[in-house]
């Protein structure tokens, strides 16, 4: 017992000294881990519970101006390598998701981001324009699920054309700091990041998920996701996320990234943000190792921070870049 305590006074020295702090669009986050669009987040409590967990800042479920019935269930399955799903997107429509977005803030102060996607261009223009009254910290763009191709077509973030056109419309209709979600399933992920800071995004969230892709159960014969196809994410798609945000650092190195996909560790976290993320968006991990994960990770860190000289975790953003 007196072990255990002699260990938490440790780590809670290391911690005062090394500073979590990230500064993304101008909005502090306490710490760089961000719960990703889609994981939870469907109600006001979730979503201030995985604050209190430790997360730095939430991101909530994509926002429809209309209700959006998704995908029929089973709609997600997971194994130690990967996770897939194909939700769909579901939503209850704009009118609940205001009603969300009120009842966290006035549950936590930690920085919001919302989510916000639609099917035609001119809708993400009026989606923004709604959720801009209640005052998110920043609004994420999502233009890139790839398991709804069936329903809506291809992507917008599959076009630079599309992607900037998106852009655009939400930057007229808002001031609030804009991250637009891509897709790893385009030729060249940079030039499509390059069309929407030039069309007034603010910062980049990548990766969205891998594929799709397909599994089927052999003893049923039966596909495993009811939509045959869904996003492929989890460890599996790691190296791909870093790979993606090493590149869109090198190229715009001035704008920030939340970077996801496949992130399994508090390792993991700092391998990303080295490679170019500022913040470091969380989902599948949740579904590997429960809600300890967010104070785990935090603590791996910091005890890394702390065993290798860096008082603050702003420091080691890209330095992938000057070796």
């Not at 998920?209 to 996003?231: E, F, K």
């Not at 590149?247 to 700092?270: F, K, Y």
């Not at 470091?280 to 702390?306: P, Q, R």
Request: with cysteine; net charge negative.
């Amino acid at each position: 017992m007196i072990e255990k305590f002699e260990k938490i006074e440790i780590q809670s020295k290391i911690s005062a000294m090394v500073n979590l702090n990230v500064d993304f669009c101008g909005v502090k986050f306490e710490n760089p881990l961000v719960l990703a669009s889609g994981v939870l987040g469907v109600t006001a409590g979730s979503l201030a519970r995985v604050v209190e967990l430790g997360a730095g800042g939430v991101t909530t479920k994509s926002l429809w101006r209309q209700p959006h019935p998704g995908h029929k269930n089973p709609v997600m399955f997971g194994t130690e390598h990967y996770f897939m799903n194909a939700v769909g997107l579901s939503d209850a429509g704009l009118e609940k998701g205001i009603e969300t977005l009120t009842e966290l803030k006035e549950k936590t102060d930690a920085p919001l981001i919302a989510n916000i996607v639609a099917a035609k261009i001119e809708d993400f223009g009026s989606i923004a324009e709604s959720i801009d009254i209640l005052q998110p910290d920043i609004i994420e763009i999502n233009i890139s699920c790839p398991n709804v191709e069936s329903e809506l077509g291809k992507p917008f973030a599959c076009s630079r054309t599309d992607a900037a056109a998106v852009t655009k419309i939400v930057r007229s209709r808002t001031r609030l700091p804009l991250a637009v979600k891509l897709s790893p399933n385009v030729e060249n992920i940079v030039d499509i990041a390059k069309s929407v800071v030039d069309a007034g995004a603010n910062a980049i969230t990548a990766i969205n998920t891998v594929g799709p892709g397909m599994r089927w159960n052999i003893d049923l014969c039966s596909p495993m996701l009811a939509n045959r196809v869904g996003g492929i994410s989890g460890p599996a798609i790691f190296p791909i996320a870093v790979k993606s945000v090493f590149d869109i650092h090198a190229a715009l190195p001035n704008t920030p990234i939340i970077a996801t996909g496949g992130i399994n560790s508090g390792r993991d976290v700092l391998e990303i943000m080295m490679a170019g993320g500022t913040l470091a968006g969380v989902g599948t991990a949740l579904y590997y190792h429960g809600d300890d994960f967010w104070k785990n990770a935090k603590a791996e860190i910091t005890e890394w921070l702390d065993e290798n000289n860096f008082k603050n975790i702003s420091e080691v953003i890209g330095i992938f870049h000057k070796k």
